[in-house]
T-cell receptor
Framework: GDSVTQMEGPVTLSEEAFLTINCTYTATGYPSLFWYVQYPGEGLQLLLKATKADDKGSNKGFEATYRKETTSFHLEKGSVQVSDSAVYFC????????????FGRGTSLIVHP | DAGITQSPRHKVTETGTPVTLRCHQTENHRYMYWYRQDPGHGLRLIHYSYGVKDTDKGEVSDGYSVSRSKTEDFLLTLESATSSQTSVYFCAATGTGINTIYFGEGSWLTVV
């Protein structure tokens, strides 16, 4: 079945540092790929998405490129801020006859001033 | 705003009592989900619904039941709450197509 693997956290960075959170997936075909963000005390919200191979999703300075060759969708940001401290989830939508989306375990990001 | 509201947002209850959490959506999404989130476990699916009166179990369904009598409401019931069910519960919903999943704000449940 579908699966998503993302790097373990927490990731601890200083403000203005470069961020990469790795995500790889296993799925049938070429699904859409998503990154969700969860700020403390809140539910998950969509950060960005890509619907086909080589697409780049972007939002709030974050980017991720859909790489079908490496089945990856790594999240990057050039200069993180304290306000980016959150948990980030890579996800596949439901598909292949399943109604159930697939989420990674989440990666906690802590940004220090 | 995804139009998903959960109630109650916070609840403390005693072991052995029944508890019902409500999820209400305003976007006519077909699919709805209940997850629990615990440290070290990520999101775990409890139950889901693929239509009115159509529900199925997720990976951690023991001790939980659900009902969906109309499109907009998805209820999660803890039949007899236990301390192991202390958690944060999230409702989510999505439609067909390229499926962005929308989440509620969460319900914090403490079983004492």
């Amino acid at each position: 079945g579908d699966s998503v693997t993302q790097m373990e956290g927490p990731v601890t960075l200083s403000e203005e540092a470069f961020l990469t959170i790795n995500c790889t997936y296993t799925a049938t075909g070429y699904p859409s790929l998503f990154w969700y963000v969860q700020y403390p005390g809140e539910g998950l919200q969509l950060l960005l998405k890509a619907t086909k191979a080589d697409d780049k999703g972007s939002n709030k300075g974050f980017e991720a490129t859909y790489r079908k060759e490496t089945t990856s969708f790594h999240l990057e940001k050039g200069s993180v801020q304290v306000s980016d401290s959150a948990v980030y989830f890579c996800a596949l939508p439901s598909g292949g006859g399943s109604y159930i989306p697939t989420f990674g375990r989440g990666t906690s990001l802590i940004v220090h001033p | 705003d995804a139009g998903i509201t959960q109630s109650p947002r916070h609840k403390v209850t005693e072991t052995g009592t029944p508890v019902t959490l409500r999820c209400h959506q305003t976007e006519n999404h077909r699919y709805m989900y209940w997850y629990r989130q615990d440290p070290g476990h990520g999101l775990r699916l409890i139950h889901y619904s693929y239509g009115v009166k159509d529900t199925d179990k997720g990976e951690v369904s023991d001790g939980y039941s659900v009902s969906r009598s109309k499109t907009e409401d998805f209820l999660l019931t803890l039949e007899s709450a236990t301390s192991s069910q202390t958690s944060v519960y999230f409702c989510a919903a999505t439609g067909t197509g390229i499926n962005t999943i929308y989440f509620g704000e969460g319900s914090w449940l403490t079983v004492v």
